[in-house]
């Protein structure tokens, strides 16, 4: 990406203050033109964002094959829902519980794993969201719901008289968190964290040989990865105000996986193109829509064969081992 901090560019991913601000006021001014069924539209996209962000953090930026990102949305969305519908606890404050929940997870079924690489780690991650659910079908401690899952969930609030139940709070709830999390991961790629991911990506070997904890920053990214997921897992359930097993299925790990390569591994506006692609298809070419998966092999092929770097691939800057070690500023984004 283009370089912050010690460089004197003024753009952020190649685009110039001017771009960004027309497309901050587009977003903003969007929901206030389209129909309620466009604007629903945009709030699904804004969820398919997040979740490619989440798992953008292990499989861009680490190099972590994870099929089976979709239990960690799954972990945020019912700790949303159960912790709702039985104690009453409001959703916004439910929302960085759910993260907590979520990343707790990961701690627990990845640190035995973490050792593991390529195939392996994808077929163990791909059965370890299989597991997630199954047992929420199984209906654990009689929590889930079984098949039919988790129904009333209430609309977010804090607990007061602000209560977010349109669909135009909604697009704003969930594209700022959309928004602040972009900042984080442009924060956490500048870091002394992303480097040491970078490094590991490229090299695990030589990254260790250099004193990098590599368990540690890979256990790191899946923490953080589930984490962010959990909380598109929160939003989802408050929107649809239920939710089931169907909802984290295998596919929901696939499609996931095709908006990062799609979009380019390791890109934050790559993800966004992934996931408005993954998202928004399937409404505007609503006829085909049963083709979908179809489509998006194809277009996995063809960037593959074409485009490997992906839709916007990142720019990854030459990083020297002395500024990870030595703490200085990164000259990627």
């Known amino acids: 990406m283009d370089t912050i901090g010690p460089s004197k560019t003024h753009t952020i991913f190649g685009l110039n203050k001017t771009t960004l601000v027309l497309i901050f006021g587009a977003v903003c001014v ?3 033109v389209a129909s309620n069924y466009i604007i629903d ?12 962000l989440s798992l953008n953090i292990v499989l861009g930026e680490v190099g972590l094959f994870d099929l089976g990102h979709a239990g960690f949305y799954a972990i945020g969305a019912y700790t949303t829902a159960i912790l709702n519908t039985r104690y009453g606890i409001p959703i916004l404050v439910l929302l960085p519980i759910s993260a907590v929940a979520a990343g707790l997870f990961a701690y627990l079924v990845c640190s035995p794993i973490i050792h593991l690489q390529g195939d392996y780690l994808l077929i163990v991650t791909l059965g370890m969201g299989e597991i997630v659910r199954i047992a929420l079908i199984n209906n654990p401690f ?11 969930i209430d609309f977010p609030s804090l607990g007061g008289p602000f209560v977010i139940d349109s669909s135009i709070e909604y697009y704003f709830l969930i594209w700022i968190v959309v928004g ?7 924060r956490l790629q500048n870091s002394r964290i992303g480097r040491a991911w970078n490094y590991i990506r490229e090299d695990e070997i030589a990254a260790k040989a250099s004193g990098i904890d590599v368990k540690f920053y890979k256990l790191l990214a899946f923490i953080l990865g589930a984490a962010l997921a959990g909380v598109a897992g929160n939003l989802y359930a408050s929107k649809l105000m239920c939710v089931s097993p169907e909802s ?4 929901e790990s696939c499609l996931m996986f095709c908006i990062v390569l799609i979009g380019g591994m390791g890109s934050i506006p790559g ?7 993954i998202s928004l298809f399937p409404e505007v070419f609503r006829p085909f829509a049963m083709y979908r998966m179809l489509v998006f092999g194809m277009a996995m092929i063809l960037m593959m064969m074409y485009r490997p770097g992906g839709a916007w691939p990142r720019k990854r800057g030459a990083v020297s081992f002395k500024s990870l070690l030595g703490g200085a500023e990164s000259r990627d984004v």
């Open 41 to 52: 539209v945009a709030f699904f996209f804004g969820i398919y964002a997040l979740l490619g």
């Open 30 to 32: 969007f929901p206030f």
């Open 180 to 186: 602040l999390s972009i900042w984080g991961l442009i």
């Open 248 to 251: 984290f299925t295998f596919w």
């Open 142 to 152: 009689d929590l889930t719901g079984g098949p039919n899952g988790v129904y009333g």
């Open 271 to 277: 993800v966004i193109i992934g996931a408005a692609f």
